[in-house]
Every structure is written in C-alpha cells, then in structure tokens.
C-alpha cells in the first residue's frame, strides 16, 4: 500500500522557518519526481516546488524562491521528502501536500501527480 505521510506543518509568525517531512512507501519512487503542492481557501492547489529525477534539478515557484528549499533522501524502503521553509509570510498560509509524479519530470499540474499525502496545515501570522 502506498502511503505518503507528511508532518512538520504547524503556526510560525512572520520571518519564520518550519521544516516539513513527507514519508513515501509502498513502491519504488525512483525515477519519479517528488514534489510539494499547498491549497489556500478558496484558491487552486498550486505547485510549490518539485524535485525532478531526470537530471536532478529542483523547479521553484517565483514566490518562494530563495526562501524555500527542497531535498530528498532516498532510503531502502521509504522515500523522504523535505521542505524547509525560511523567511514565511502570511501569504504561506495553506495546507501543504507531498506528492509523487507519474515520471522523472513533474510539472505544475497535478492531474501529472499519481500518488498524494494527505496533508499539513502551515499558518503564519502576521
């Protein structure tokens, strides 16, 4: 069974950093790209940043450019994902979602996604 188990997420005040963890297991996730999604209310689940197997290169939405970092470590059995988030604003505020491509390349869409963790609340306050 596949499962995608994030964790890290919580309330932080402006300027500052969290780290989020994304456990992935039940597969093999080489050769897939792995990613981070978020979802404001009332807005569309949007592209973070996602880490690309072919080639290795990291893809970072404008917005958090500079301030966010992705990494992944590939372990024996699990895949583990992270997310340190550094300088958060207020407009960070959303649930963050792991999720695992459907090829070495992701892409911003997440239709191009196959597997999905269930999620984790960040909030920032100004």
């Known amino acids: 069974q596949v499962q995608l188990v994030e964790s890290g997420g919580g309330l932080v005040q402006t300027g500052g950093s969290l780290r989020l963890s994304c456990a992935a297991s039940?597969?093999?996730?080489?050769?897939?790209?792995m990613g981070w999604f978020r979802q404001a209310p009332g807005k569309e689940r949007e592209l973070v940043t996602v880490?690309?197997?072919?080639?290795?290169?990291?893809?970072?939405a404008d917005s958090v450019k500079g301030r966010f970092t992705i990494s992944r470590d590939n372990a024996k059995n699990t895949v583990y994902l992270y997310l340190q988030m550094n300088s958060l604003k207020p407009e960070d505020t959303a649930v963050y979602y792991c999720?695992?491509?459907?090829?070495?390349?992701?892409?911003?869409?997440?239709?191009?996604?196959?597997?999905w963790g269930q999620g984790t609340q960040v909030t920032v306050s100004s």
């Open positions: 999720a695992a491509a459907k090829s070495g390349v992701g892409t911003v869409n997440p239709k191009d996604y196959a597997y």
């Open positions: 880490f690309n197997w072919s080639g290795g290169n990291k893809y970072y």
């Open positions: 039940g597969r093999t996730f080489s050769g897939y790209a």
